[in-house]
Nanobody, 115 residues
């Protein structure tokens, strides 16, 4: 009944920027936190950034100062602005939402950073 769809991934050179989007569709219960995770080949999934309903944010140490999370309530969309990208940022990025009705995940979008 709830779907999360990521977009905006692609290939970019080191030092460049990308903006990821995650749109929610269906019957959506109240969301108390939402965010972005990523997983690179051979590595564990890690937290990139999260935002709670009150607006507070949290970032992983490896992206702090380079990435920024935001939301648009009118469009039911979550964003991740990624600047100063590095080859080690290469991964599949997933959006996530924790709601009072359950936990939801998107299908993922590939980000590849070349040197």
């Amino acid at each position: 009944q709830v779907q999360l769809v990521e977009s905006g991934g692609g290939l970019v050179q080191a030092g460049g920027s990308l903006r990821l989007s995650c749109a929610a569709f269906g019957i959506i219960p109240t969301i108390y936190s939402t965010g972005w995770y990523r997983q690179a080949p051979g590595k564990q999934r890690e937290l990139v950034a999260r935002i709670i309903s009150a607006g507070s944010t949290s970032y992983g140490d490896s992206v702090k100062g380079r990435f920024s999370i935001s939301r648009d309530y009118a469009k039911n969309t979550l964003y991740l602005q990624m600047n100063s990208l590095k080859p080690e940022d290469t991964a599949v990025y997933y959006c996530n939402a924790d709601t009072f009705g359950g936990t939801y995940w998107g299908q993922g979008t590939q980000v590849t950073v070349s040197s």
